[in-house]
């Protein structure tokens, strides 16, 4: 069955380059969310969006980093003048609805290498 | 400051041993505790959500227990299989301005040996 989906899988960048990155959640699902994995680490938390609205984005390290989700379906994290510390595996997760415990179904996310 | 720690931080075990994964949290307030397998190179998968009324929850081998008053949790497997090796993430959301937070803890690996 479909489950959420990350493009690319890979991306290496130069530092200083623009990225972005894309997640597609399940069809119908209202809630998504962006976390960043640093290796060996738990992930943390970026932003939310419930449909197309963004309501949290406490998460996002610095204004180098904007997501959006336009639609309320597809979503990209862009991360602008990337730095080294941005290396780190991004994964995207949506649940069905706004309700706080409902499951969050994870991709198998984007790891980006900052050279 | 909320956060969530985990231990051990690894483990191994033979195959067919049980083993319990602890998680402490300081979280607040409090909304729900889940737990989250993740195989190398995957997007962590739900094992267990419970919420501030629920003791325990089993999804097959994996049990759940939550302690709200002591802010514990664990994760019990039982009768380990090759299969159970991943790393294991006790989740704690907390309810701040209309919204929620999901804090992670840093999760603990286990690896089965045969």
């Known amino acids: 069955g479909a489950g959420v989906s990350q493009s690319p899988r890979y991306k290496v960048a130069k530092r200083g380059q623009d990225v972005a990155l894309r997640c597609d959640p399940i069809s119908g699902h209202v809630s998504l969310f962006w976390y960043q994995q640093a290796l060996g680490q738990g992930p943390e938390f970026l932003t939310y969006f419930q449909n197309e609205a963004q309501l949290d984005k406490s998460g996002l390290p610095s204004d180098r980093f904007f997501a959006e989700r336009p639609e309320g379906s597809v979503s990209t994290l862009k991360i602008q003048r990337t730095q080294q510390e941005d290396s780190a595996v991004y994964l995207c997760?949506?649940?069905?609805?706004?309700?706080?415990?409902?499951?969050?179904?994870f991709g198998p996310g984007t790891r980006l290498t900052v050279l | 400051k909320n956060q969530v720690e985990q231990s051990p931080q690894s483990l191994i075990i033979l195959e067919g041993k049980n083993c319990t994964l602890q998680c402490n949290y300081t979280v607040s307030p409090f909304s729900n505790l889940r737990w989250y397998k993740q195989d190398t190179g995957r997007g962590p998968v739900s094992l267990t959500i419970?919420?501030?009324?629920?003791n325990t929850k089993s999804n097959g081998r994996y049990t759940a227990t939550l302690d709200a008053d002591t802010k514990q949790s664990s994760l019990h497997i039982t009768a380990s299989q090759l299969s159970d090796s991943a790393s294991y993430i006790c989740?704690?959301?907390?309810?701040?301005?209309?919204?929620?937070?999901?804090?992670f803890g840093t999760g603990t690996r286990l690896k089965v040996l045969a």
């Open positions: 419970m919420t501030f009324s629920e």
């Open positions: 989740v704690v959301s907390a309810r701040t301005s209309g919204t929620y937070k999901y804090i």
């Open positions: 997760a949506s649940s069905l609805s706004e309700w706080v415990a409902d499951t969050q179904y």
